[in-house]
């Protein structure tokens, strides 16, 4: 069974910067992809970015340009980079590894999610 944990959320004003992380333990092996999805009520979880076992990144147009992703495969851990942040980035963040639809995370395994406010 795997086991993935967020860290980092909290909250933030506008165009500041936080750092997510997120470690997966258990019977994993190595991380072949990883995602990041948020989540605000009311609305359904949406994809923020993913990195494949090649590297290759992809971000939701929103984003691009102030977050960036990145994972050590061997390590099992992985990071988000929030930058200039805005008020709708406003969310729960949730880390999905190993997920056989990336750009949904079905199939993965999930974190218990944690939350990022942006607010003055």
């Known amino acids: 069974q795997v086991r993935v944990v967020e860290s980092g959320g909290g909250l933030v004003e506008p165009g500041g910067t936080l750092r997510l992380s997120c470690a997966a333990t258990?019977?994993?092996?190595?991380?072949?992809?990883m995602g990041w999805f948020r989540q605000t009520p009311g609305k359904d979880r949406e994809l923020v970015a993913f990195i494949t076992y090649a590297d290759n990144t992809n971000y939701i147009d929103s984003v691009k340009g102030r977050f960036t992703i990145s994972r050590n495969k061997v390590q099992n851990t992985g990071h988000l980079q929030m930058d200039s942040l805005k008020s709708e980035d406003t969310g729960t963040y949730y880390c999905n590894v190993n997920a056989r639809d990336l750009l949904t995370g079905s199939g993965g395994a999930w974190g218990q999610g944690t939350q990022v406010t942006v607010s003055s």
């Open positions: 258990g019977n994993i092996g190595v991380t072949h992809t």
